[in-house]
């Protein structure tokens, strides 16, 4: 990776932030982000004690890499999708990469959601069978002609 910037940590105000504080206004992990950063999807500066120090910019990429999580794409895709950190993206390229696992991703879902209407339909086809045997069962517990003939 390439060298980091230092940061004084003075420096560290409202449009920078600790670990700590980028994973409370996120709702993740201090893990979560330092795995992020294992992986290459974000950079945060180092102040003059080696502490991490996030940007808005390291902030926005964090939001995309949990966007593409929500979404259900891998690591490995989103890092196509946005970039990795020390590398300056071709914007065309990530919007095309963008596209095409999006649609990707859209074409599942859509197959996903015909496999779950088909069950749906066919849970509400058995359970109609249900109610009806259930229906006649009762009947013929209750209909004398039915008792003499057991």
């Given amino acids: 990776m390439d060298k980091e910037k230092q940061i004084n940590p003075k420096e560290v105000d409202k449009e920078r932030w600790t670990i700590s504080q ?13 795995f992020y950063e294992e992986k290459g999807l974000i950079q945060p500066g180092r102040t003059t004690g080696n502490q991490r120090v996030y940007t808005p910019r390291n902030k926005a990429r964090l939001k995309l890499i949990l966007r593409g999580k929500r979404f259900g794409f891998s690591l490995e895709e989103i890092s196509e999708m946005i970039g990795m950190a020390n590398a300056d993206p071709d914007e065309l ?12 991703k859209l ?3 859509q197959d996903r959601k015909k ?6 339909q066919d849970i509400l086809a058995t359970r109609q069978k249900l109610i009806h045997r259930i229906t006649q069962l009762k009947q013929q517990t ?8 057991k």
């Fill in 115 to 120: 496999e779950l209407e088909l069950l749906e």
């Fill in 93 to 104: 390229q990530q919007i095309e990469k963008s596209l095409a696992y999006g649609d990707t």
């Fill in 107 to 109: 074409k599942q879902l």
């Fill in 22 to 34: 980028i994973a409370d206004q996120l709702d993740i992990s201090t893990r979560t982000i330092r």
């Fill in 142 to 149: 209750n209909d004398p002609d039915q008792e003499g003939k």
